[in-house]
């Protein structure tokens, strides 16, 4: 793997979203997990991938049920992109969700277009302006992921589309206020437990590394 490609930091991040998006943004269109050698495949290894086969690919049954659904798509999706790296992905999403739940909760979603899907995004974008219209304002700060899991993986052999399904459990402090300044929802110190299913695509093989947000669901 050549060590100088671009890579996508999204963990460790603590200042505020728009330095945040000013530093991960640019010619990306989504997220890069940072990448490492699959340490179940050698350089002399070749196409047999046989220990992946196998199911000693601890990256992959770590994560999924050995023999699933799931796993297969994640080995064939290796197959594809040796350098595909499950727990480096994990770690990726983990910093997408907050960047992308604030951004959305804070209606600031301009800058967030090359990681979402089109789809995705114009769904943000007629929620946020039903807030507006409604007079609704929200106030947000997110506090941490308090869990997170691999849920399914969907891998299309035709078109090369991986599709990685990931369960976030978030916190959040939460206040919803209408234009009189009267909070809604909420309020000062409330802490707000959100659950999402988020679904994050990518066509393996490609020379764009970035995977986007293309489904959301709770």
Do not use: C
């Not at 990448?35 to 992959?60: L, Q």
């Not at 804070?106 to 007629?126: A, H, N, Q, R, Y």
Request: proline share 4%; hydrophobic share 40%; aromatic share 8%.
């Amino acid at each position: 793997m050549n060590t100088l490609l671009p890579i996508l930091v999204l963990l460790g991040i603590v200042v505020f979203l728009a330095l945040r998006l000013r530093s991960i943004l640019g010619t990306r269109d989504g997220f890069e997990p940072p990448r490492a050698p699959n340490p179940a495949v050698s350089e002399n290894d070749g196409p047999a991938f046989s220990t992946v086969e196998k199911g000693e690919d601890r990256d992959v049954t770590d994560h999924a049920e050995e023999g699933s659904s799931t796993a297969k798509a994640l080995f064939a999706m290796k197959r594809v992109e040796p350098s595909f790296n499950v727990s480096e992905f994990l770690g990726g999403a983990r910093g997408a969700y907050e960047m992308i739940l604030m951004g959305f909760e804070k209606g600031e979603i301009d800058d967030l277009k090359p990681f979402l899907s089109s789809d995705v995004f114009d769904t943000f974008e007629e929620v946020i302006q039903s807030r507006k219209d409604q007079g609704l304002e929200i106030d947000a700060e997110f506090i941490g992921v308090r869990e997170m899991a691999l849920a399914d993986a969907a891998f299309d052999e035709d078109t090369k589309t991986a599709e990685i399904t990931v369960r976030f459990v978030g916190e959040l402090t939460y206040q919803v206020t209408n234009n009189d300044g009267d909070v809604l929802e909420g309020g000062s110190g409330n802490v707000k437990r959100q659950k999402d299913r988020w679904t994050f695509s990518r066509v393996m093989g490609a020379n764009d590394p970035n995977w986007q947000l293309s489904a959301t669901d709770e």
